[in-house]
């Protein structure tokens, strides 16, 4: 589903942030990555989405048969990626259920489908909260404005719910949420899980994927994977820190 | 100088044809308003830019050609009053400020709601006496030295007008709306609008101005209202600037709030070359409350310059103001607005606030806050703010599928809801969210 082939990037007119970073994720995976704090994580997650402010300096990201990187971020919605933001941004004056029609009539537009009217979306972000077990009222203020940090979370999840991503990345979806409210939002997106769709887990702490279990994870360190390996890997982390992978590191890349 | 000597003399000329041909028409006590407002215009003559409250307004290049003083024609300019905003299809219209039809409209709508024309009530026409006795109190009465030398020029050539009057407790519900055309056909003419709103004790009344004209045509429009809210009144004025693409437009609002009467006046700026907006407001009773708010919409050469003094004359009241512009391609935006506050105006609440969008880089906006505070016991705010397009916002948008153009529009909407959000009337408001919606389509975008 998603290919990334020793992909380095950096800031515009920065330096360089990802040193070549290769994944490969396949339908009904869910990978997680993880990584110390300026390791490149969120780079990554904003290139994939197509935030501005980012070169591509070489390699390739594949996904659905395209070339992610030529796409607009808005194509790149058209075809089934969504990312959850880390600081999702507050849009005063625009209200949230007229957003989120007007985001998912696009992506139906896109696949030449009619648009969807009000009752019937209303109906339909109904479900999807109660899947979630949250409360849709939500929508009712302007997007993300004045929300708690859970609220601005468990907003990007029910627009994840309802917009049925085939790919999700998940940045530091976990930062800024207590206990509680990490169950609530690991809960609802494994309500999404599905053979036909992926997810990719961005996270600092081990935590989220006590709720979010992993297929895979991913070490990131200084722009680069260093170490790929099964759920457990997470736990290793969680014991020895990123000192110990750094350790490891330098150890073999040392002369 | 000899310049601005030439641009007077269509003005002195203008004068003298005028009067000459309109007397007999003209009720007495406009033609001796008029003798007395054309030499203080004429003393001083149009602002320039080496005045201050005119620094960033030059008027020279639209007074290059001389301006002729509209004379009555019967065109009603059909084509464009089809295309303009109605809400129930009761509206007064005035085509080159004279009245084109009559004001029937408003007749036996609501008791104690009487919309008159301003010459007729002069000439004693008017059976009610409340209406008369009103217009003899409040008419010509508020103008002040701020906006001293539109309102001069309007009472110059002013030969006809529209008065509202709501009496005592009545809620006129339905919206008076008054629409000024520019006639269709004549270039070069420059007509004198004027509106008087006479609010009686603990009344409600919502008066649009809509100010239409053809794209295509030199014209300009001098337009003068003066707002008289009484104890408890509660007034919503609307001024909607769609004019023709070659409209030089001065407008004056002059308002005096009684104690605990509630005055909101509201400007739409979206047509004319240059529009000079200005509205002073003063809080004269305890209790007293303003509103001041603009939201200019304006791409190509538009100029708009928003121009407000809010007089805080005694002690509990509140003032705020909202003010915001989207500016595309060269289209420059003025923000001037001056806040008094007497001696012993103490307990006064005053708030200030103008935000700016630029949609390119050669679109500017002057903003000048300020404070003039005397009294010690105050809260006076203000803040100003200009910028594009959040970056971050837009890629919000459209990481959700939806496309750039789009997200920027729904962005500007929001922007500029702020703004229609305080309109009060319904009807009104959604008119005008229409009108909004329409010019925001109009506004490139010339940012990568």
């Not at chain 1, 809960?187 to 006590?210: C, D, E, F, K, M």
Request: aromatic share 6%; hydrophobic share 40%.
């Amino acid at each position: 589903m998603l290919e990334i082939i020793n992909l380095r990037a950096r800031v515009e007119d920065g330096a360089e942030i990802l040193h070549g970073v290769s994944l490969t994720v396949g339908a009904g995976e869910v990978h997680a990555i993880m990584g110390p704090n300026g390791s490149g994580k969120s780079t990554l997650a904003h290139i994939l989405g197509g935030k501005g402010g980012y070169e591509v300096t070489g390699g390739d990201v594949h996904y659905a048969g395209k070339n992610l990187l030529e796409l607009a971020p808005e194509e790149r919605a058209r075809e089934g990626l969504f990312l959850a933001f880390q600081y999702p941004v507050e849009l005063p004056g625009v209200n949230g259920s007229y957003f989120l029609r007007t985001a998912l009539n696009s992506l139906r537009k896109a696949r030449g489908q009619a648009p969807m009217e009000v009752r019937e979306f209303n109906a339909l972000v109904r479900k999807k909260a109660k899947l979630l077990e949250f409360d849709p009222a939500i929508l009712n203020r302007s997007v993300n404005e004045g929300f708690s940090g859970g609220e601005k979370k468990r907003n990007e999840v029910l627009q994840m719910a309802v917009l049925e991503p085939k790919l999700a990345v998940l940045d530091e979806t976990d930062s800024g949420l207590d206990i509680d409210a990490l169950q609530i939002v690991a809960s609802g997106v494994n309500a999404l899980r599905g053979p036909q769709n992926a997810t990719i887990v961005i996270t600092h702490y081990q935590r989220l994927l006590n709720y979010i279990v992993p297929d895979f994870v991913h070490v990131l360190v200084d722009g680069k994977i260093v170490k790929s390996g099964p759920k457990e890997l997470a736990f290793e982390l969680e014991e020895k820190g990123y000192g110990w992978i750094n350790g490891a590191v330098g150890t073999v890349e040392s002369p | 100088m000899e310049k601005e000597e030439q641009q007077l003399n269509w003005v002195e000329q203008g004068f003298a044809q005028f009067s000459q041909e309109l007397n007999s028409k003209r009720p007495e006590r406009l033609k001796e308003l008029a003798v007395l407002a054309l030499p203080e215009f004429l003393a001083k003559g149009f602002p320039t830019t080496a005045e201050e409250d005119w620094k960033f307004t030059n008027l020279k290049p639209y007074l290059r050609k001389p301006f002729i003083p509209a004379r009555e024609v019967r065109d009603f300019a059909p084509k464009l009053l089809a295309g303009a905003p109605d809400f129930d299809g009761r509206r007064i219209v005035f085509v080159d400020g004279y009245a084109a039809r009559d004001f029937a409209a408003f007749d036996s709508l609501k008791s104690g709601l009487h919309v008159f024309s301003l010459a007729g009530v002069l000439r004693g026409d008017c059976a009610n006496k409340e209406v008369t006795r009103a217009v003899h109190q409040h008419f010509s009465r508020h103008a002040s030295a701020d906006n001293a030398p539109l309102i001069n020029l309007n009472t110059a050539f002013l030969s006809d007008g529209a008065v509202v009057f709501v009496g005592r407790g009545c809620n006129a519900e339905s919206p008076v709306h008054i629409v000024f055309a520019a006639s269709e056909k004549t270039a070069d003419r420059i007509s004198f609008p004027r509106v008087l709103v006479v609010a009686e004790e603990g009344s409600q009344v919502t008066v649009v101005e809509t100010y239409l004209g053809q794209h295509g045509t030199r014209y300009c429009t001098t337009a003068v209202t003066e707002i008289a809210a009484e104890p408890g009144a509660v007034v919503d004025h609307v001024r909607l600037v769609l004019e023709g693409a070659e409209c030089l437009h001065l407008s004056a609002l002059e308002a005096a709030a009684a104690e605990n009467s509630v005055v909101s006046t509201q400007c739409f700026s979206l047509g004319g070359a240059c529009v000079r907006n200005e509205a002073v407001v003063h809080l004269r009773g305890g209790g007293a409350n303003a509103l001041l708010a603009g939201l200019s919409l304006i791409n190509k050469e538009q100029h708009v310059d928003n121009h407000t003094v809010i007089e805080h004359a005694v002690a509990h009241c509140a003032s705020r103001e909202l003010y915001k512009g989207i500016y595309a391609e060269q289209a420059q935006g003025v923000f001037d607005g001056t806040i008094v506050v007497r001696p012993q105006a103490q307990k006064t609440n005053a708030f200030q606030s103008s935000q700016s969008l630029l949609l390119s880089r050669e679109a500017c906006v002057n903003s000048k806050p300020q404070l003039k505070i005397w009294a010690d016991d105050v809260k006076c705010t203000h803040g100003a703010t200009a910028g594009q397009l959040d970056d971050d916002a837009l890629f919000y948008l459209r990481s959700r599928g939806i496309e750039k153009n789009e997200a920027r529009r729904i962005l500007m909407q929001a922007f500029a809801g702020d703004v229609v959000k305080e309109v009060k009337n319904d009807a009104v408001r959604t008119m005008i969210e229409a009108l909004v919606e329409k010019r925001l389509v109009e506004l490139p975008v010339d940012f990568a």
